[in-house]
C-alpha cells in the first residue's frame, strides 16, 4: 500500500479528515427512525440494519483516526430545528446540520470502540440527566428570595442539598452506593439516581467518592428542590453487601432536611401498594433497616 509523501497534497488532506471533528446523530429508537422515514430523501429502511451500517461507520473512521462525537437524533427536536433555520427537513444536508448543531443543545459522547448499543444506553442516561437538571434548575430560579430572611432560597437550597448528600455518602461508608432522590413538583415528578463509589483512603488531597458529573448536579438539583420548601420527597439507599444481600434504608424530606424511617417504617413504605394501600410480599434477599442520623447543618436557618 502507497503512502503519501508528508507535506503532499493527499497526506495534507488525510491529516485533516483525521484531525476534522465529526458529529453524528443518532436514531435510538424504533419511533424515532419510523418518524424519519416520512421524509423521501431519508436512506433506511430498517432500523437494525441502520444501526449495524452506523456501527460500521464509527469503527471505519476510528481505525483511520478520526474522531467522532455521537448524538441522540430527535425528530420533533430537527423539525423545530428545520423551521427554525428556514431548511427543508426533507434533505440530507439538514440532517447533517442538525447533527452537528447537536452539541451545543444535547448530550454526546465521544466514540472510542465500545459497542454501539452500550454509547446510545450512556447518552439516554446523559439526556435523561440532563432533563432533569434542566426542570429542577427551572424550578429553583422561580423561588426567589425568603421572605422572612432576604436569602436566595435556591442558593440556600443547594447548599444544604451538598450537605446532606456529603453526609448520606459519609455514613454509607466504603463501596458501591446508589442514591435515588424523588420530588414531586407542578411541573412533574423529579428524580435523580447518583451512582457513587466510595473508597476507604484517608490519602491527604483525595476524594473518597467518585461519581460521574452529570449524576451529581441533577441529584443535587433536585434534592435541592425538596429541601426548599414544603414538597413532599425523600432519598431512598439501596445496597449490596458482600453476601449479595440487599439492604434498603430511607429518609424523607421533613422541615428543610432528611429525617432517617426507621426500619418499620422502611419495611411499610416497600411492602405496601401505593395504590390500593393492601400489603406486599417482602422482596426475598432485602433487608429493610432504619436510615442512620443526619446532623443538620450547624449554620441551620429555619
Keep these: 500500500m502507497r503512502t503519501a509523501a508528508p507535506g503532499s497534497r493527499r497526506a495534507i488532506r488525510h491529516a485533516l479528515r483525521r484531525e476534522a471533528p465529526n458529529t453524528i446523530a443518532v436514531l435510538a429508537n424504533a419511533v424515532d427512525f419510523a418518524a424519519m422515514r416520512r421524509y423521501g430523501s431519508f436512506p433506511f429502511a430498517d432500523h437494525a440494519r441502520y444501526l449495524l451500517q452506523l456501527e460500521g461507520l464509527l469503527r471505519a473512521r476510528a481505525a483511520h483516526g478520526g474522531h467522532t462525537t455521537v448524538a441522540l437524533f430527535d425528530p420533533a427536536a430537527y423539525r423545530a430545528f428545520c423551521a427554525e433555520t428556514d431548511l427543508d427537513p426533507d434533505q440530507p444536508t439538514s440532517r447533517v446540520r442538525y447533527a452537528a448543531?447537536?452539541?451545543?443543545?444535547?448530550?454526546?459522547?465521544?466514540?472510542?470502540?465500545?459497542?454501539?448499543?452500550?454509547?446510545?444506553?450512556?447518552?439516554?442516561?446523559?439526556?435523561?440527566?440532563?432533563?432533569?437538571?434542566?426542570?429542577?434548575?427551572?424550578?429553583?430560579?422561580?423561588?426567589?428570595?425568603?421572605?422572612?430572611?432576604?436569602?436566595?432560597?435556591?442558593?440556600?437550597?443547594l447548599t444544604r442539598a451538598g450537605q446532606a448528600v456529603h453526609a448520606l455518602l459519609r455514613g454509607a461508608g466504603p463501596g458501591p452506593q446508589h442514591l435515588v432522590c424523588s420530588v414531586p413538583t407542578h411541573a412533574g415528578s423529579l428524580i435523580a439516581v447518583l451512582h457513587v463509589h466510595a473508597e476507604a483512603t484517608n490519602a491527604p488531597g483525595s476524594s473518597p467518592h467518585h461519581m460521574p458529573d452529570d449524576d451529581r448536579e441533577a441529584f443535587r438539583a433536585t434534592l435541592a428542590v425538596g429541601l426548599s420548601g414544603t414538597r413532599p420527597g425523600g432519598v431512598v439507599l439501596p445496597t449490596t453487601g458482600s453476601d449479595q444481600r440487599d439492604t434498603v434504608r430511607g429518609w424523607p424530606i421533613r422541615d428543610h432536611w432528611l429525617s432517617p424511617l426507621t426500619e418499620a417504617q422502611v419495611f411499610s413504605a416497600y411492602c405496601t401498594d401505593p395504590d390500593t394501600g393492601e400489603p406486599l410480599s417482602p422482596e426475598s434477599g432485602v433487608d429493610y433497616r432504619a436510615g442512620f442520623p443526619l446532623p443538620r447543618p450547624d449554620d441551620d436557618r429555619r
Design 101 to 157: 448543531a447537536s452539541p451545543a443543545t444535547s448530550p454526546t459522547l465521544p466514540y472510542e470502540g465500545q459497542s454501539l448499543g452500550h454509547l446510545i444506553a450512556r447518552l439516554l442516561d446523559a439526556e435523561e440527566h440532563q432533563a432533569t437538571l434542566d426542570l429542577a434548575v427551572r424550578v429553583l430560579a422561580s423561588m426567589g428570595e425568603c421572605a422572612e430572611c432576604g436569602e436566595d432560597v435556591a442558593s440556600a437550597a
